[in-house]
């Protein structure tokens, strides 16, 4: 009996060497992976012409290889999210070449932002999720960035665009957002939430981070879990498991047409729900009228952009990373047509502005991954903002320029 036990004993502790050996082995290879990622990224003329990264360089136009790297490693590799009252959470500080996030909890644009916003300036809050916010872009080349350089070159002077998008952000979010600011004294002359595709990706879900403030509630006994989960995310193999599932999320390999067709195929056997998006848009109809209310109690000026997916009216042969697109967002697919219906009964809001057919106006690839709009397509939403809001003449109205 003595004997079994020590054999076990000894297989055990054989066994527990080798997880421990292969671990360390697993993760110094990771590292080694990393500095050879940091090497191409230095060295893009060693990249072969069928790999991933020529595919999502297309993207951008008149870039070097390893801008586009740097911009993707802001974008993506940050810290990107910190605890924040009412709305739950926020993009956390952060300063970069391409990126910078105030700690005040607005993305900065071309020039920094000044907060607390002047009284003498006609102060514009955007709203909205990472597609305003701009992942994949550069501060100059966000929504609200744009927003701005146009509204000055059409003569609107002495104003300030703030962008508040956030990722994850849907109109719940920024309802919360919204009263959160204006509660601490922060009262723009105008808002604009652009809406639409995290609505319906977060149709069945809690804010993204609920679990783990549920967690935190529950009590020290979970601690040691979420120590070690939090610790496994600074390691070299799990950083670079994250990397590669970006990296290779283009299907850049594939054909086009062959991602086209069985993206479609998806998107219609997982996004066909009406009574899902009879949920969603009653959802945000009544987080627009409780804007509206909070807007009106203030005297800020409300805007509201239903904005542009690739699973509506796009042609997705000219969309290189459709086949990674989420599973969640694919029910904008039947949501978007339900919308478009409401919205043509006058149900959304007559005075917002439809921005979700102007894909028809391009004939590019309009997205840098597999939901976030190039800077080409982002100039293409922001004149649809501007024209279908007559934007120019409501500012114009309150500063008088113009």
Not at 337 to 356: E, H, I, V, Y
Not at 376 to 392: D, G, K, S
Request: aromatic share 14%; glycine share 8%.
């Amino acid at each position: 009996m003595f004997s079994r036990l020590k054999n076990l004993y000894r297989s055990l502790g054989s066994l527990t060497f080798n997880v421990i050996v292969l671990f360390i082995l697993v993760n110094l290879l990771s590292v080694g992976a990393l500095a050879v990622r940091d090497y191409l990224k230095a060295n893009p003329g060693t990249l072969g012409p069928d790999n991933p990264w020529n595919i999502r360089a297309k993207a951008y136009p008149g870039w070097k290889s390893s801008d586009i790297y740097d911009l993707f490693i802001e974008t993506w590799e940050r810290q990107k999210y910190e605890y924040e009252p009412m709305a739950q959470f926020r993009e956390a500080p952060f300063k970069g070449r391409y990126v910078n996030v105030s700690e005040h909890g607005f993305r900065q644009g071309k020039e920094p932002g000044v907060w607390p916003p002047s009284p003498d300036t006609f102060n514009i809050f955007v709203f909205g999720g990472s597609t305003t916010f701009g992942y994949g872009l550069p501060d100059w080349q966000t929504i609200p960035a744009v927003l701005e350089k146009k509204l000055r070159a059409k003569g609107v002077k002495n104003i300030s665009v703030y962008n508040f998008g956030r990722g994850y952000f849907f109109s719940t979010h920024e309802m919360l957002l919204f009263q959160r600011l204006l509660m601490e004294g922060h009262v723009p002359s105008m808002a604009v939430f652009i809406d639409g595709m995290n609505d319906f990706y977060h149709l069945d879900r809690e804010f993204i981070w609920s679990d783990k403030l549920k967690e935190s509630i529950a009590g020290t006994q979970i601690t040691g879990m979420k120590v070690f989960r939090n610790g496994l995310d600074l390691l070299p193999t799990i950083r670079l498991m994250k990397f590669l599932y970006r990296y290779l999320g283009s299907d850049g390999k594939k054909d086009k047409k062959i991602i086209a067709e069985q993206s479609i195929k998806k998107i219609v056997k997982t996004g066909s729900d009406p009574e899902a998006a009879t949920k969603v848009l009653t959802r945000f109809i009544q987080n627009q009228k409780m804007i509206r209310t909070l807007a009106g109690s203030y005297g800020v000026e409300a805007v509201f952009v239903w904005q542009p997916t690739p699973l509506y009216k796009y042609d997705l042969s000219k969309h290189p990373f459709a086949g990674s697109i989420h599973k969640s967002h694919k029910k904008s697919a039947t949501g978007y047509k339900t919308a478009r219906q409401w919205f043509d009964k006058g149900r959304l809001s007559p005075d917002m502005a439809w921005c979700a057919d102007i894909h028809e106006r391009s004939d590019r690839t309009d997205y840098v991954d597999s939901m976030h709009y190039t800077a080409a397509f982002t100039e293409t939403v922001v004149e649809c903002i501007i024209e279908e809001t007559n934007l120019t003449t409501r500012i114009s109205r309150r500063t008088g320029s113009k």
